[in-house]
Protein backbone atom coordinates (compact mmCIF):
# COMPACT_ATOMS: atom_id res chain seq x y z
CA UNK A 1 0.00 0.00 0.00
CA UNK A 2 1.21 3.32 -0.97
CA UNK A 3 2.09 5.23 2.40
CA UNK A 4 -0.35 8.23 0.75
CA UNK A 5 -3.06 5.71 0.77
CA UNK A 6 -1.64 4.72 4.56
CA UNK A 7 -2.14 8.53 5.52
CA UNK A 8 -6.05 8.83 3.87
CA UNK A 9 -7.19 5.05 5.86
CA UNK A 10 -5.84 6.53 9.08
CA UNK A 11 -7.44 9.75 8.85
CA UNK A 12 -10.63 7.90 8.20
CA UNK A 13 -10.78 5.56 10.76
CA UNK A 14 -9.26 8.18 12.99
CA UNK A 15 -12.58 10.25 12.08
CA UNK A 16 -14.75 6.88 13.19
CA UNK A 17 -12.78 5.76 16.37
CA UNK A 18 -14.76 7.38 19.66
CA UNK A 19 -13.40 7.14 23.51
CA UNK A 20 -15.59 6.91 26.21
CA UNK A 21 -15.33 9.36 29.38
CA UNK A 22 -15.49 8.39 32.99
CA UNK A 23 -18.17 10.64 35.13
CA UNK A 24 -15.96 10.63 37.92
CA UNK A 25 -12.83 11.84 35.88
CA UNK A 26 -14.91 15.41 36.78
CA UNK A 27 -15.73 14.93 40.50
CA UNK A 28 -13.31 15.35 43.07
CA UNK A 29 -10.90 12.69 43.77
CA UNK A 30 -7.52 12.35 45.65
CA UNK A 31 -5.32 10.09 47.59
CA UNK A 32 -5.86 8.13 50.73
CA UNK A 33 -4.01 11.61 52.22
CA UNK A 34 -5.83 14.17 50.43
CA UNK A 35 -8.56 15.43 48.00
CA UNK A 36 -7.65 18.90 46.31
CA UNK A 37 -11.57 20.73 45.78
CA UNK A 38 -10.82 22.38 42.60
CA UNK A 39 -13.03 25.96 41.50
CA UNK A 40 -16.27 24.50 39.06
CA UNK A 41 -16.29 21.10 39.93
CA UNK A 42 -20.06 19.69 39.38
CA UNK A 43 -22.59 19.34 42.20
CA UNK A 44 -24.37 16.79 40.22
CA UNK A 45 -24.49 13.96 37.29
CA UNK A 46 -26.28 16.93 35.09
CA UNK A 47 -22.59 18.97 35.52
CA UNK A 48 -20.60 16.14 34.90
CA UNK A 49 -22.16 15.32 31.49
CA UNK A 50 -21.79 18.92 30.57
CA UNK A 51 -18.06 19.11 31.31
CA UNK A 52 -17.83 15.58 29.67
CA UNK A 53 -19.37 17.46 26.63
CA UNK A 54 -16.87 19.64 26.64
CA UNK A 55 -14.20 17.17 25.92
CA UNK A 56 -16.64 16.19 22.65
CA UNK A 57 -17.14 19.56 21.84
CA UNK A 58 -13.37 20.00 20.94
CA UNK A 59 -12.36 16.44 20.48
CA UNK A 60 -15.03 15.42 18.22
CA UNK A 61 -14.50 11.60 19.09
CA UNK A 62 -15.73 11.30 22.88
CA UNK A 63 -19.71 11.25 22.25
CA UNK A 64 -20.77 9.11 25.49
CA UNK A 65 -20.18 9.39 29.19
CA UNK A 66 -20.05 6.26 31.39
CA UNK A 67 -21.63 6.44 34.77
CA UNK A 68 -20.75 5.12 38.21
CA UNK A 69 -23.98 3.87 40.41
CA UNK A 70 -24.53 4.89 43.07
CA UNK A 71 -22.62 8.15 42.42
CA UNK A 72 -24.23 9.08 39.53
CA UNK A 73 -28.07 8.74 40.83
CA UNK A 74 -30.68 10.80 39.89
CA UNK A 75 -34.33 10.93 40.32
CA UNK A 76 -35.19 10.98 36.40
CA UNK A 77 -32.66 9.17 33.86
CA UNK A 78 -34.41 9.79 31.50
CA UNK A 79 -33.74 13.60 31.69
CA UNK A 80 -30.25 12.70 32.53
CA UNK A 81 -30.25 10.90 28.87
CA UNK A 82 -32.15 13.88 27.67
CA UNK A 83 -29.83 16.30 28.84
CA UNK A 84 -27.08 14.60 27.29
CA UNK A 85 -28.54 14.21 23.88
CA UNK A 86 -28.81 17.75 24.17
CA UNK A 87 -25.54 18.22 24.78
CA UNK A 88 -24.21 16.40 21.74
CA UNK A 89 -23.25 13.27 23.86
CA UNK A 90 -25.12 9.89 25.40
CA UNK A 91 -24.51 8.29 28.33
CA UNK A 92 -22.46 5.11 27.88
CA UNK A 93 -21.09 1.96 30.37
CA UNK A 94 -22.95 2.00 33.87
CA UNK A 95 -20.59 1.14 35.88
CA UNK A 96 -21.85 -0.63 39.37
CA UNK A 97 -20.27 -0.11 43.02
CA UNK A 98 -20.42 -2.98 45.33
CA UNK A 99 -17.49 -1.72 47.34
CA UNK A 100 -18.84 1.50 49.84
CA UNK A 101 -21.66 -0.04 51.42
CA UNK A 102 -20.94 -1.51 54.94
CA UNK A 103 -22.61 -4.77 54.38
CA UNK A 104 -19.53 -5.65 51.25
CA UNK A 105 -16.67 -5.34 53.64
CA UNK A 106 -16.42 -8.82 53.34
CA UNK A 107 -17.12 -8.66 49.92
CA UNK A 108 -20.07 -8.93 47.46
CA UNK A 109 -20.69 -11.38 44.93
CA UNK A 110 -18.49 -13.77 46.84
CA UNK A 111 -19.70 -13.09 50.53
CA UNK A 112 -20.56 -15.87 52.91
CA UNK A 113 -23.86 -14.60 53.63
CA UNK A 114 -26.26 -15.23 50.86
CA UNK A 115 -28.41 -11.93 51.94
CA UNK A 116 -25.36 -10.17 51.33
CA UNK A 117 -24.36 -11.72 47.90
CA UNK A 118 -28.34 -11.13 47.17
CA UNK A 119 -28.26 -7.35 47.84
CA UNK A 120 -25.04 -7.13 45.26
CA UNK A 121 -26.89 -8.89 42.60
CA UNK A 122 -30.08 -6.66 43.58
CA UNK A 123 -27.43 -3.71 43.13
CA UNK A 124 -26.73 -4.75 39.52
CA UNK A 125 -30.52 -5.25 38.57
CA UNK A 126 -30.92 -1.49 39.85
CA UNK A 127 -27.85 -0.94 37.35
CA UNK A 128 -29.65 -2.67 34.66
CA UNK A 129 -32.78 -0.54 34.83
CA UNK A 130 -30.73 2.63 34.77
CA UNK A 131 -29.36 1.26 31.31
CA UNK A 132 -32.76 1.14 30.21
CA UNK A 133 -33.94 4.11 31.25
CA UNK A 134 -30.93 5.66 29.83
CA UNK A 135 -30.45 3.79 26.65
CA UNK A 136 -27.16 2.56 27.47
CA UNK A 137 -26.27 -1.27 26.63
CA UNK A 138 -23.13 -2.12 28.80
CA UNK A 139 -22.80 -2.97 32.59
CA UNK A 140 -19.30 -2.41 33.64
CA UNK A 141 -18.87 -5.01 36.91
CA UNK A 142 -15.40 -4.51 38.81
CA UNK A 143 -15.53 -6.74 42.79
CA UNK A 144 -13.41 -5.02 45.55
CA UNK A 145 -13.84 -8.79 46.85
CA UNK A 146 -11.27 -10.50 48.17
CA UNK A 147 -9.09 -11.68 51.53
CA UNK A 148 -6.54 -10.23 53.46
CA UNK A 149 -5.50 -13.58 55.15
CA UNK A 150 -4.66 -17.06 54.49
CA UNK A 151 -7.68 -18.75 55.82
CA UNK A 152 -10.06 -16.10 55.79
CA UNK A 153 -12.77 -17.87 53.93
CA UNK A 154 -12.36 -20.59 50.64
CA UNK A 155 -11.26 -20.00 47.65
CA UNK A 156 -12.86 -22.02 45.50
CA UNK A 157 -16.55 -21.27 47.55
CA UNK A 158 -15.21 -17.63 46.56
CA UNK A 159 -15.42 -18.16 43.34
CA UNK A 160 -18.18 -20.62 42.87
CA UNK A 161 -20.43 -17.76 44.69
CA UNK A 162 -19.33 -15.17 41.98
CA UNK A 163 -20.00 -17.52 39.48
CA UNK A 164 -23.97 -18.25 40.67
CA UNK A 165 -24.20 -14.04 41.33
CA UNK A 166 -22.76 -13.25 38.03
CA UNK A 167 -25.10 -15.88 36.10
CA UNK A 168 -27.95 -14.53 37.98
CA UNK A 169 -26.96 -10.64 36.61
CA UNK A 170 -26.06 -11.82 33.34
CA UNK A 171 -29.76 -13.56 32.61
CA UNK A 172 -31.15 -9.89 34.43
CA UNK A 173 -30.04 -8.74 30.97
CA UNK A 174 -32.03 -7.53 28.41
CA UNK A 175 -31.00 -9.07 24.91
CA UNK A 176 -29.22 -6.65 23.39
CA UNK A 177 -27.27 -5.76 26.41
CA UNK A 178 -23.78 -6.51 27.63
CA UNK A 179 -21.75 -6.54 30.36
CA UNK A 180 -17.63 -6.83 31.11
CA UNK A 181 -16.07 -7.96 34.17
CA UNK A 182 -13.29 -6.34 34.93
CA UNK A 183 -10.36 -7.50 37.06
CA UNK A 184 -7.66 -6.19 38.88
CA UNK A 185 -4.32 -7.81 40.83
CA UNK A 186 -4.79 -6.30 44.07
CA UNK A 187 -6.18 -3.55 46.18
CA UNK A 188 -8.39 -2.97 48.60
CA UNK A 189 -7.43 -6.68 49.45
CA UNK A 190 -3.90 -7.90 49.58
CA UNK A 191 -3.59 -11.56 49.99
CA UNK A 192 -6.42 -12.58 47.29
CA UNK A 193 -8.40 -11.11 44.68
CA UNK A 194 -11.19 -12.82 43.46
CA UNK A 195 -10.84 -11.65 40.02
CA UNK A 196 -7.46 -11.02 40.24
CA UNK A 197 -6.65 -11.55 36.16
CA UNK A 198 -7.49 -11.80 32.80
CA UNK A 199 -7.89 -15.55 32.75
CA UNK A 200 -10.17 -15.64 36.16
CA UNK A 201 -12.23 -12.85 34.39
CA UNK A 202 -12.46 -14.92 30.85
CA UNK A 203 -13.34 -18.40 32.57
CA UNK A 204 -16.07 -16.42 33.80
CA UNK A 205 -17.35 -14.50 31.05
CA UNK A 206 -17.08 -17.58 29.04
CA UNK A 207 -19.19 -19.67 30.99
CA UNK A 208 -22.10 -16.55 31.36
CA UNK A 209 -22.46 -16.49 27.09
CA UNK A 210 -21.47 -14.34 24.14
CA UNK A 211 -22.82 -11.17 25.34
CA UNK A 212 -20.03 -11.28 28.16
CA UNK A 213 -16.89 -9.60 27.50
CA UNK A 214 -13.36 -8.88 29.50
CA UNK A 215 -12.07 -5.03 30.25
CA UNK A 216 -8.85 -4.33 30.84
CA UNK A 217 -8.07 -1.59 32.89
CA UNK A 218 -4.14 -0.99 32.04
CA UNK A 219 -3.47 -0.08 35.84
CA UNK A 220 -4.66 -3.20 37.29
CA UNK A 221 -1.51 -5.25 36.24
CA UNK A 222 1.65 -6.50 38.59
CA UNK A 223 4.98 -4.08 37.14
CA UNK A 224 6.41 -5.29 34.36
CA UNK A 225 2.99 -7.48 32.88
CA UNK A 226 2.66 -6.95 29.22
CA UNK A 227 -0.64 -5.76 28.30
CA UNK A 228 -0.40 -6.17 24.83
CA UNK A 229 -0.11 -9.83 24.74
CA UNK A 230 -3.16 -10.05 27.28
CA UNK A 231 -5.14 -7.90 24.43
CA UNK A 232 -3.65 -10.34 21.45
CA UNK A 233 -5.19 -13.21 23.25
CA UNK A 234 -8.65 -11.79 24.72
CA UNK A 235 -8.80 -10.42 20.94
CA UNK A 236 -8.42 -14.29 19.57
CA UNK A 237 -11.06 -15.23 21.71
CA UNK A 238 -13.92 -12.09 20.48
CA UNK A 239 -13.60 -11.67 24.76
CA UNK A 240 -11.88 -8.03 24.88
CA UNK A 241 -15.74 -6.18 25.65
CA UNK A 242 -13.85 -2.57 26.83
CA UNK A 243 -10.90 -1.03 28.17
CA UNK A 244 -10.22 1.06 31.04
CA UNK A 245 -7.14 3.31 29.71
CA UNK A 246 -5.32 5.06 32.64
CA UNK A 247 -1.37 4.85 33.46
CA UNK A 248 0.78 3.25 36.18
CA UNK A 249 3.52 4.25 37.48
CA UNK A 250 3.40 1.60 41.09
CA UNK A 251 -0.10 0.54 41.71
CA UNK A 252 -3.63 2.07 40.09
CA UNK A 253 -2.30 5.19 39.87
CA UNK A 254 -4.97 6.32 37.24
CA UNK A 255 -3.24 8.87 35.94
CA UNK A 256 -3.61 10.01 32.43
CA UNK A 257 -3.63 7.25 29.49
CA UNK A 258 -0.12 7.63 27.85
CA UNK A 259 1.62 9.75 30.13
CA UNK A 260 3.56 7.58 31.91
CA UNK A 261 4.38 4.86 29.09
CA UNK A 262 3.31 6.09 25.81
CA UNK A 263 5.26 3.32 23.40
CA UNK A 264 3.00 0.48 25.87
CA UNK A 265 0.01 2.65 24.54
CA UNK A 266 1.22 2.30 21.11
CA UNK A 267 2.29 -1.19 21.58
CA UNK A 268 -1.15 -1.72 23.15
CA UNK A 269 -3.04 0.30 20.03
CA UNK A 270 -0.93 -1.93 17.18
CA UNK A 271 -2.57 -5.30 18.56
CA UNK A 272 -5.67 -3.44 18.61
CA UNK A 273 -5.02 -1.98 14.52
CA UNK A 274 -3.50 -5.45 13.44
CA UNK A 275 -7.38 -7.36 14.23
CA UNK A 276 -8.89 -4.14 13.06
CA UNK A 277 -10.50 -3.89 16.61
CA UNK A 278 -10.86 -0.10 16.39
CA UNK A 279 -13.22 -0.34 14.12
CA UNK A 280 -16.36 1.20 15.61
CA UNK A 281 -18.73 -2.36 15.26
CA UNK A 282 -15.95 -4.20 16.78
CA UNK A 283 -17.47 -4.17 20.06
CA UNK A 284 -14.40 -3.07 21.86
CA UNK A 285 -15.42 0.65 24.28
CA UNK A 286 -11.99 2.48 24.44
CA UNK A 287 -12.91 3.98 27.90
CA UNK A 288 -11.09 6.22 30.39
CA UNK A 289 -10.71 5.51 33.81
CA UNK A 290 -9.08 8.11 35.42
CA UNK A 291 -8.60 10.58 38.34
CA UNK A 292 -7.23 14.00 38.25
CA UNK A 293 -5.76 15.12 41.02
CA UNK A 294 -3.93 17.45 41.08
CA UNK A 295 -4.63 18.70 37.06
CA UNK A 296 -7.39 20.85 35.83
CA UNK A 297 -9.66 18.16 35.21
CA UNK A 298 -11.53 18.99 31.33
CA UNK A 299 -7.82 19.79 29.92
CA UNK A 300 -6.48 16.23 31.38
CA UNK A 301 -9.65 14.74 29.78
CA UNK A 302 -9.55 16.61 26.12
CA UNK A 303 -4.85 15.72 26.82
CA UNK A 304 -5.66 11.78 27.22
CA UNK A 305 -7.98 11.87 24.14
CA UNK A 306 -5.71 12.99 22.10
CA UNK A 307 -2.62 10.75 23.76
CA UNK A 308 -5.03 7.48 22.78
CA UNK A 309 -5.69 9.11 18.90
CA UNK A 310 -1.97 9.68 18.90
CA UNK A 311 -1.39 6.08 19.78
CA UNK A 312 -4.15 5.05 17.40
CA UNK A 313 -2.71 7.00 14.60
CA UNK A 314 0.77 5.94 15.10
CA UNK A 315 -0.83 2.18 15.16
CA UNK A 316 -2.54 2.73 11.84
CA UNK A 317 0.71 4.00 10.37
CA UNK A 318 2.72 0.80 10.63
CA UNK A 319 3.35 -0.39 7.03
CA UNK A 320 1.95 -3.82 7.65
CA UNK A 321 2.83 -5.74 4.12
CA UNK A 322 6.82 -3.92 5.36
CA UNK A 323 6.30 -6.00 8.83
CA UNK A 324 4.87 -8.85 7.66
CA UNK A 325 7.63 -9.65 4.75
CA UNK A 326 9.88 -9.01 7.50
CA UNK A 327 8.56 -11.17 10.01
CA UNK A 328 7.97 -13.97 7.69
CA UNK A 329 11.49 -13.94 5.93
CA UNK A 330 13.17 -13.75 10.35
CA UNK A 331 14.33 -10.53 9.61
CA UNK A 332 14.60 -8.93 13.62
CA UNK A 333 15.74 -6.18 13.14
CA UNK A 334 14.12 -4.76 10.14
CA UNK A 335 9.93 -6.22 11.60
CA UNK A 336 11.46 -3.96 14.67
CA UNK A 337 12.36 -0.89 12.69
CA UNK A 338 9.14 -1.31 10.70
CA UNK A 339 7.15 -0.69 13.96
CA UNK A 340 9.62 1.72 15.15
CA UNK A 341 9.50 3.55 12.00
CA UNK A 342 5.62 4.37 12.86
CA UNK A 343 6.10 4.74 16.59
CA UNK A 344 8.82 7.47 16.03
CA UNK A 345 6.33 9.60 13.47
CA UNK A 346 5.31 12.59 14.68
CA UNK A 347 1.40 12.58 14.26
CA UNK A 348 0.47 15.71 15.57
CA UNK A 349 0.12 17.39 12.15
CA UNK A 350 -2.10 14.33 10.99
CA UNK A 351 -4.44 14.33 13.65
CA UNK A 352 -4.73 17.74 14.06
CA UNK A 353 -5.91 17.72 9.81
CA UNK A 354 -8.64 15.56 11.16
CA UNK A 355 -9.75 17.20 13.65
CA UNK A 356 -10.27 20.54 10.60
CA UNK A 357 -11.68 18.19 8.69
CA UNK A 358 -13.93 17.36 10.86
CA UNK A 359 -14.94 20.93 11.43
CA UNK A 360 -12.70 21.27 14.74
CA UNK A 361 -10.28 23.74 16.36
CA UNK A 362 -6.76 21.89 15.33
CA UNK A 363 -5.43 22.41 18.99
CA UNK A 364 -8.92 21.18 21.81
CA UNK A 365 -6.58 22.17 24.28
CA UNK A 366 -6.19 26.24 22.98
CA UNK A 367 -9.82 25.96 21.75
CA UNK A 368 -11.24 25.28 25.10
CA UNK A 369 -8.56 27.65 27.57
CA UNK A 370 -9.62 30.32 25.00
CA UNK A 371 -13.49 29.72 25.37
CA UNK A 372 -13.90 30.85 28.45
CA UNK A 373 -15.82 27.52 29.73
CA UNK A 374 -13.54 27.47 33.07
CA UNK A 375 -14.03 30.31 34.12
CA UNK A 376 -17.89 30.28 33.96
CA UNK A 377 -18.38 27.42 35.83
CA UNK A 378 -15.94 28.10 38.17
CA UNK A 379 -18.29 31.72 38.78
CA UNK A 380 -21.47 29.61 38.30
CA UNK A 381 -21.17 26.29 40.09
CA UNK A 382 -21.02 28.08 43.91
CA UNK A 383 -22.64 26.33 46.91
CA UNK A 384 -23.75 23.23 46.49
CA UNK A 385 -21.34 19.95 47.30
CA UNK A 386 -18.94 19.26 44.52
CA UNK A 387 -18.85 15.89 43.40
CA UNK A 388 -16.04 13.52 44.86
CA UNK A 389 -15.55 9.96 44.43
CA UNK A 390 -18.11 8.90 46.66
CA UNK A 391 -20.81 11.22 46.28
C1 LIG B 1 -11.78 0.54 40.30
C2 LIG B 1 -11.98 0.07 38.87
C3 LIG B 1 -13.26 0.57 38.27
C4 LIG B 1 -13.51 2.00 38.60
C5 LIG B 1 -13.35 2.29 40.07
C6 LIG B 1 -13.52 3.74 40.37
O1 LIG B 1 -10.46 0.35 40.70
O2 LIG B 1 -10.89 0.52 38.10
O3 LIG B 1 -13.23 0.41 36.89
O4 LIG B 1 -14.80 2.27 38.23
O5 LIG B 1 -12.07 1.88 40.49
MN1 LIG C 1 -11.24 0.49 35.94
Same mark, same amino acid.
Request: negative net charge.
Given at each position: ??? &?????? =?? =?A??? /?????? &????G?????? !???????????????? *??????H /????????????????????????????????? %??????? +??????????? &???????? @? %?A?????????? $????????K????????????????????????????L?????????????????????? *???I???????????? #??????? *?????D?????P?? +???????????????????????????????V???????????????????????? &?? @? +???????????? !?????????????? =??? !???? #???E??????????????H? @?????? $??? @? %???? *???????????????????????? !????????????????
Amino acid at each position: MAA &STRVAE =AK =AALKE /QTIELP &SWAFGNSGTRF !KVFGQAGVPRDPFEKV *ADAAQVH /QYTGVAPRVSLHIPWDLVDDFEALARHAEGLGV %RIGMINS +NVFQDDDFMLG &SLAHPDPR @V %RAKAVDHHKQCI $DVMRATGSKDLKVWLSDGLNYPGQDSIRARQDRIAESLSEIYGALDDDQHMVLEYKFFEP *AFYITDVPDWGTSLLH #VMALGDR *AKVVLDTGHHAPGT +NIEFIVAQLLRQGRLGAFDFNSRFYADDDLMVGAADPFQLFRIMHEIVSAGAHAPD &SG @V +NFMLDQCHNIEP !KIPAQIRSVMNVQE =ATA !KALL #VDVEALTAAQLSGDVLGAHA @VLMDAY $DTD @V %RPLV *AEVREEMGLEPNPTAAFAASGYAE !KIAAERVGGAQAGWGA
